[in-house]
Structures are given as structure tokens and as C-alpha cells.
Nanobody, 122 residues
Framework: QVQLVESGGGLVQPGGSLRLSCAAS????????MAWYRHIPGKERELVAS???????KYAYSVKDRFTISRDNGKNTMDLQMNSLKSEDAAVYYC????????????????WGQGTQVPVAS
């Protein structure tokens, strides 16, 4: 079984920085797709950034040039460095991983973490 554990959330002031991390557990061989989503109350869940194991990266327009997604394939981890945070970035951030292959032949799709709160306030 594959599980995701997020860390790094917490209160940050506008203009500040925060780094979120996500670690996948299990006998993982390969993870194709990793992403961060966020949910702001009253709005639809939004894709913030994504990365594939062939080096592809995508960002939502609202975070481009402020957020950076990275991954460590050897450790099955993913980070989101968030700089110049704005009040509108306040949300619950979710780690997502897709197309996960495990050593025992398992193949997992669309696994979500539990979410981590990122309040942005003075």
C-alpha cells in the first residue's frame, strides 16, 4: 500500500516563504506524476504545480515565478517552495502522486495526501 505524508504547513505572513514536503511510503519503484493541489474554501480545487519523472514541470499562472516544485526520485519525495506568499495563497495544500509502481507489481493511481493548512496572514 502507498501512502503520502505531507509536512511543512503553517502560518506565514504575506511576503514570506514556506516549504511544503511530501513523502511517499511503500516499496516504490517508480512514480511518474507528482503534483500539489490546493483548496480554498468556496472555490474549486486548483492544480498548483506538477512534475513528471521525465523532467516536465507545470505551474498555475497565479504561482508562476513564485513557487518551485521539486522531486527526489530516489527518496520518493516532493517539495513545494513557496515564496512571496499572498493572502490569496491561503489554502489547504494537497500532495498527489499518480502512476506509482511498487516492487511487488502493484500499480497505484491518483493517491492523495491528507492535506496541510497554509494560512497567510499578518
Amino acid at each position: 500500500q502507498v501512502q503520502l505524508v505531507e509536512s511543512g504547513g503553517g502560518l506565514v505572513q504575506p511576503g514570506g516563504s514556506l516549504r511544503l514536503s511530501c513523502a511517499a511510503s511503500g516499496a516504490i519503484v517508480d512514480i511518474y506524476y507528482m503534483a500539489w493541489y490546493r483548496h480554498i474554501p468556496g472555490k474549486e480545487r486548483e492544480l498548483v504545480a506538477s512534475t513528471t519523472n521525465d523532467g516536465g514541470r507545470k505551474y498555475a499562472y497565479s504561482v508562476k515565478d513564485r513557487f518551485t516544485i521539486s522531486r527526489d526520485n530516489g527518496k520518493n519525495t516532493m517539495d513545494l517552495q513557496m515564496n512571496s506568499l499572498k493572502s490569496e495563497d491561503a489554502a489547504v495544500y494537497y500532495c498527489v502522486m499518480d502512476r506509482i509502481r511498487t516492487a511487488n507489481g502493484g500499480y497505484y493511481r491518483n493517491i492523495w495526501g491528507q492535506g496541510t493548512q497554509v494560512p497567510v496572514a499578518s
